[in-house]
């Protein structure tokens, strides 16, 4: 079994979908990382070497990802909220802060949908 950068990689994926796992790295990322490293993008995460994944441990080892990245993503969000910036602003209220509609869409940030009752009307 792999173990990188504090995560476990899927055993049965291809090495160039397998390390999109950790958090930081992305399908662009990783194939460029795989040929730098002449490692076949094609190869299991199970039939890697140990040579290879030690190479991968040691590249990956200089980049930021998993909890370094997390918390510095975390503290440019906090900083934004601090100063009291738009974007910020919208962070803090959980709603989209890069341009999107919020009228019809958005509903992951809004919550369910509540529909609202008409007024009962009483009879004289």
């Known amino acids: 079994m792999a173990r990188i950068a504090g995560v476990n990689l899927p055993k049965e994926k291809r090495i160039e979908v397998g390390l999109t796992a950790i958090y930081g790295i992305g399908r662009q990322l990783s194939a460029q990382m795989l040929s730098d490293l002449k490692i076949d993008p094609n190869t299991r995460v199970k039939d890697l070497t140990d ?4 190479r991968l441990r040691e590249t990956i080892g200089k980049m930021a ?3 370094d990245l997390r918390r510095k ?6 900083r934004l909220q601090d100063i ?3 974007r910020g602003f919208r962070h803090k ?6 341009g999107q ?3 019809t869409n958005a509903r992951t940030k809004k919550g369910k949908k ?4 008409n007024k009962k009307v009483t009879t004289k």
């Open 93 to 98: 209220k959980r709603l989209p802060c890069r």
């Open 101 to 103: 509609r919020t009228k």
């Open 73 to 78: 993503v975390a503290l440019d969000i906090k």
């Open 51 to 54: 040579d290879e994944i030690a």
């Open 84 to 86: 009291g910036t738009y």
């Open 65 to 67: 990802t998993e909890g």
């Open 114 to 117: 509540m529909t609202v009752a």
